[in-house]
């Protein structure tokens, strides 16, 4: 594909949701649901934010015939493999802004 000068393509699945939907799903997955607290920093809330963003892919769809072949749970699955590899390998790994 290549695309004319100036132009932009979204890329994206097809399911939409929230960061605390992610969030509820990477819990129901994990193997330490107990010890899992959740709260929220407002210091680390932005003042105006759009409580769901959605990429338009269909121009980057109808120039490339792409389609996303990866389900929303194996994503949400191979994130929580990535990081157990990541701590586990590394010890504490501190996620920082």
Request: hydrophobic residues 30%.
């Amino acid at each position: 594909v290549k695309p004319s000068p100036g132009s932009y393509y979204n890329i994206g699945g097809i399911h939409s949701c929230t960061v605390r939907e992610i969030l509820e799903v990477l819990i129901g997955l994990s193997s330490r649901k107990d010890d899992i607290e959740v709260s929220v920093d407002p210091k680390r809330l932005r003042p105006i934010d759009a409580d769901l963003q959605v990429p338009d892919t269909s121009k980057f769809r109808k120039h490339t015939g792409w389609e996303p072949e990866i389900s929303f749970e194996t994503t949400m699955n191979d994130l929580l493999d990535y990081w157990r590899e990541r701590v586990s390998n590394e010890g504490d790994v501190f996620l920082t802004r």
